[in-house]
């Protein structure tokens, strides 16, 4: 079975851009949740999707967005960078409520 | 206030030294407690899940328990390539959303 995928592995971003982050989940699995991981911050959560429908959301800016497609598969979009936005984004999927989070090897961005 | 702490920060070992990572948790209720193991670049990798006190789940030279306020992940004559940062996630009953910890960083020197 399939992981979860996430592209592009890598991203090198100018302050100011756009971007936006692709994930497909598990084969099966309803549930997408996406993280911020930075060596000061640790695991931070950003958003969770299930069957297209943001289901929790964490305190992040208005910059931060996502959306869920009919097959599963999610994006995130960080709008207007900071660079402070230079982070591993992580993204994981889900079978159910409360069963464990698969996580991809995530999308290194960079901002400069 | 729902809070997750994993002790110690880093943990270097002899290969074939046993040890003990902590995890203590605050919340109002337990729905399940996640071991992760990550490695540099890489995504959390799923060790375990352990839902109620007195539970024990065993993976290779890994074993993790559960209390009511802490769980434990043992590590048995650990090699090399059980070097990772080892994250524990909290789901409580107040919350969707997973509490982490900070992690362990583990070193197993040969």
């Known amino acids: 079975k399939a992981g979860v995928t996430q592209t592009p592995r890598y991203l090198i971003k100018t302050r100011g851009q756009q971007v936006t982050l692709s994930c497909s989940p598990i084969s099966g699995h309803r549930s997408v949740s996406w993280y911020q991981q930075t060596p000061g911050q640790g695991l931070q959560f950003l958003f969770e999707y299930f069957s297209e429908t943001q289901r929790n959301k964490g305190n992040f800016p208005g910059r931060f967005s996502g959306r869920q497609f009919s097959n599963s598969r999610s994006e995130m979009n960080v709008s207007t960078l900071e660079l402070g936005d230079s982070a591993l984004y992580l993204c994981?999927?889900?079978?159910?409520?409360?069963?464990?989070?698969?996580f991809g090897n995530g999308t290194r961005l960079t901002v400069t | 206030e729902d809070q997750v702490t994993q002790s110690p920060e880093a943990l270097r070992l002899q290969e074939g030294e046993s040890s003990s990572l902590n995890c203590s948790y605050t919340v109002s209720g337990l729905r399940g407690l996640f071991w992760y193991r990550q490695d540099p670049g890489k995504g959390p990798e799923f060790l375990f899940t352990?839902?109620?006190?007195?539970e024990e789940k065993e993976k290779e030279r890994l074993k993790a328990t559960l209390t009511k306020k802490e769980s434990f992940l043992h590590i048995t004559a650990p090699k090399p390539e059980d070097s990772a940062t080892y994250l524990c996630?909290?789901?409580?009953?107040?919350?969707?959303?997973?509490?982490w910890g900070a992690g362990t960083k583990l070193i197993i020197k040969p």
């Open positions: 996630a909290v789901h409580p009953d107040s919350n969707y959303q997973l509490i």
């Open positions: 994981a999927s889900s079978f159910q409520d409360n069963s464990p989070l698969h």
């Open positions: 352990l839902y109620s006190a007195g």
